[in-house]
């Protein structure tokens, strides 16, 4: 029977990791998976000057269906803009709870996703992980309920004139190592990309491989080779077969298994995976890179925030350790 890696019970598994998306969780938490949290705050400055010499910066929310209840939880719609709903102080849990929940998008547990291969200026498509002896997840789409997808809105009010977005601070904290594999994909007219949180290099994921994932110590194997995953520029396979069993590994899992004795095993020194680029932090920050340009009208960011599966350092070690992400925006010159 194949076994869908995303299920909780495979915990040594990488992509079998689900995490809490705690926005404002109180009590006890159940059981001992990893979380979350995370809020967006517009920033009250403008090349370093108060912005409220331009009345007021404000971020909401576009959607295209009335969100029952809005005012409930701190979001009031725009008079103009029947689509557009504002945050009163920025955007924080009660609201992105409220706005993710009435979308369908991730708000107690988010699943581990890739975007596959790709450039960092292309657009996003999230597809599922694969399950053992089976590769089509790569052409298969996501469910949005294992994501988080915000589109803002942003807006400087009673000026006229334009400025350029930025994020002044993406903050991340983590008790472990999970936030390195947080990616946030941001769309808006102007400008499209994929960045990485918590890493300052620019880089990339490889997004194929040879994974274990019935949890056996071996890498996946079908007939006398093992078994391919994601997607390859150039798959090469060793020539000879694999002779004696290797010493058992430490804290085996997805990515850290044994080459079954008496396969084919795959040359990964003259294999290619394809890759995911991503921007590092320092790409963005100190006004490196425009988000979008904002006026007195109104300007859309789009943010997808997920948890890359072919991130390596998405393992067993990580199951119960939380992360938090802020971002903080601003605009200048």
Known sequence: MQRNILKIRNILLSFGV?????????????????WYSYEV?????????????????????????????????????????????WGQNGLGSTELNYFLSQKGYATNIIQPVTSGSRNVNED?????NPTRLDNSAIFE?????????????????????????????????SSGNLSEAIRIFVKSETTKFLAASDIAQDGSDEVGGILNLDDD???????????????????????????????????????????????????EANSIPKTSSYLGYESLLNKQKAI????G??????LTIYIEGWCKIVNN??????????LTFEVGA
């Open 18 to 34: 689900y995490l809490l998306l705690a926005l404002s969780l109180t009590g006890t938490l159940v059981g001992t998976y990893a």
């Open 41 to 85: 705050r517009a920033k009250s400055s403008f090349n370093g000057t108060s912005i409220n010499d331009f009345g007021a910066f404000r971020v909401g929310l576009f959607s295209n269906e009335t969100l029952s209840g809005a005012t409930s939880y701190g979001l009031v719609r725009d008079v103009d803009n029947q689509n557009v709903y």
């Open 124 to 128: 996003l498509v999230l597809h599922p």
């Open 141 to 173: 789409v996501a469910k949005k309920e294992r994501y988080v997808h915000l589109p803002l809105v942003f807006q400087i009010i009673g000026e006229t004139s334009t400025a350029n977005l930025y994020f002044k601070d993406i903050n991340t904290r």
């Open 217 to 267: 110590t071996y890498y996946d194997f079908n007939g006398n080779k093992e078994f391919i995953y994601g997607e390859f520029e150039n798959i090469v396979y060793k020539d000879e077969l694999t002779q004696d069993e290797e010493a058992e590994v430490e804290n085996p899992n997805t990515f850290n298994a044994i080459h079954k004795e008496g396969i084919y095993a795959l040359d």
């Open 292 to 295: 979008a340009t904002v006026s």
């Open 297 to 302: 009208g109104y300007t859309r960011v789009d």
């Open 317 to 326: 070690s990580e199951i119960a350790n939380n992360f938090s992400l802020d």
